[in-house]
């Protein structure tokens, strides 16, 4: 059965980076859009970055536009993004997700297998 694997969370500055990471587990996700959505606290789950099936485009979240970097390889099912000048506002749980099909997407009834999330915290 296929699972999502998220991992790269921890403690990290203001003005830090740190990079989070998501495998496929138990099977391949193949040239499906994969997603990152947050849940800070207290707030809802909304789509930070997604890149599409084959990586050839990718959203961002305005807030983090210019400063978050996704990328996949898809011959060894990992996704990967690269968070730079971090604040505070960034801190949450980060759950990466599969869409059934290339295209992205923000709305969560899009995607339909989660991983379990990855937590970091953003000091001031």
């Known amino acids: 059965q296929l699972q999502l694997v998220e991992s790269g969370g921890g403690l990290v500055q203001s003005g830090g980076s740190l990079r989070l990471s998501c495998a496929a587990s138990?099977?391949?996700?193949?040239?499906?859009?994969i997603a990152w959505f947050r849940q800070a606290p207290g707030k809802e789950r909304v789509g930070v970055s997604c890149i599409s099936g084959y990586g050839i485009r990718e959203n961002y979240l305005d807030s983090v536009e210019g400063r978050f970097t996704m990328s996949r390889d898809n011959f060894k099912n990992t996704v990967t993004l690269q968070m730079t000048d971090l604040k505070p506002e960034d801190t949450g749980v980060y759950f990466c997700?599969?869409?059934?099909?290339?295209?992205?997407?923000?709305?969560?009834?899009?995607?339909?297998?989660w991983g379990q999330g990855t937590q970091f915290v953003v000091s001031p």
């Open positions: 138990g099977g391949d996700w193949g040239f499906s859009a």
């Open positions: 997700t599969k869409a059934p099909v290339l295209a992205c997407s923000y709305a969560r009834r899009d995607f339909d297998l």
